[in-house]
């Protein structure tokens, strides 16, 4: 059993291969926002404003990996762990700067961009935070404070940190917001902008207290002030996280359930269910099927009622549309052929149409094909290094009597450059040959 047990502690031991006072150097290296983290954030920023702009992923995961916003939250983090008052001043000075900057650039940006895309969904999936995004950050925080605490860094953990929290995107999606003045884009964006910097700043706090990082004072009224602010900002923040997550997960089983209810009664007797509609905006939601065939039948309406409340779906959420349905109540059997005969006729009228134009066209085009292969053999036989011979339609000539005739090009390419003697009377045989008035000859190699 000892065994075990010291096998375990050793495993999850971290002290041997962490070193706290070089990351602390590191960190606070790293909360500086002037000469080259200048221009890096601008880059990052327009990479990040022109990815959103175009749904691109790939361009949005640039912009994360190399924007500089996480270091001042580090930094922020290890100075409320350490108690150092003058790098959390330091850390929030920079990263407020950042912010502004950073909000500024992309709302410039969206203002000036022409690109206006029907369906933003990379902007949209930024504005609805959820606790998995608590989640996402606080996790991502841990990965990175214990990388920049080992002895020997990897190579990936900081990049998927980057990635994993997304603090450039929300930004940027809040530039969107101001420059077209939707409040739905700015609060939801900033909101979680703000959850990834608190969670990632709790996670470095955390970290720093666990790994024993040395501490600049040791005020403890302080530290107790500090720990009450914290938690007063985690449960405002918590709770609308929390009703997200609880809506979002509300939606997906109403989403899913209508689906498995329309699968399960895609045939209704003489109707059937052709298309359906999920909305996830009314509350309650609702769902609307769209009908064909015959009207439905009483007892495959109550069978759709009764599926649908096992799962979980009200009659009232049910809209059942029955436009498209077939109305043959006051119609006689008769009446019934006569109008499924009148159209089967106008269908066939219409494709025999359609027939006709495109025979029509075919002719038209055999019409005005050149007979480039048989030239080419033709004059080839008659000059030695002739190689091929490509006829192409120009602009029309208008002839002495009012009529206008086609002219012709022909693309020469031979082996043996010709002479232009050679090349006039190959125009002159192309008139005739062709019977056309007006033929251009271009030599290539």
Known sequence: MNKVSYFFKALVNMRDHVDVTAAAVSIRNGI??????VFILACAIVIASVGLNLNSIPVIIGAMLISPLMGPILGFGLGLGTNDTTLVKDALKNFAVMVVISILASTLFYLISPLELEQQTELLARTNPTLYDVFIALFGGFAGILENSRKEKGGTVIPGVAIATALMPPLCTVGYGISHLDPHFIVGAFYLFIINTVFITLATFVTVKYLHFPVAGTDDARRRRSAR???LILVILLVPSVFSAVRMIQDNNFARSAQKLVMQNKNLGKSYIYDYKVDLEERPHKLDLYLAGERMESSARERIYL???EAGITRSQIVIHEDAAFQNEMMSESEI??????????????LQGQVDSLSAA???LRAGQL???LITREIAAQYAGVQEVTLTR?????????????AVVAIIRSAIPLKAAELDRIEQWLRVRLAVDDVTVIQTK
């Open 32 to 37: 500086a926002f002037r000469g080259p983290n």
């Open 229 to 231: 602010w914290i938690t």
């Open 307 to 309: 599926d649908a409340e």
């Open 337 to 350: 052929v006569r109008g499924i005969l009148d159209g089967h006729n106008r269908q066939v009228d219409a």
């Open 362 to 364: 075919l002719d038209f």
């Open 371 to 373: 007979p480039s292969a």
């Open 394 to 406: 120009g602009d029309s000539v208008l002839a002495e009597d009012g009529s206008t005739t086609p």
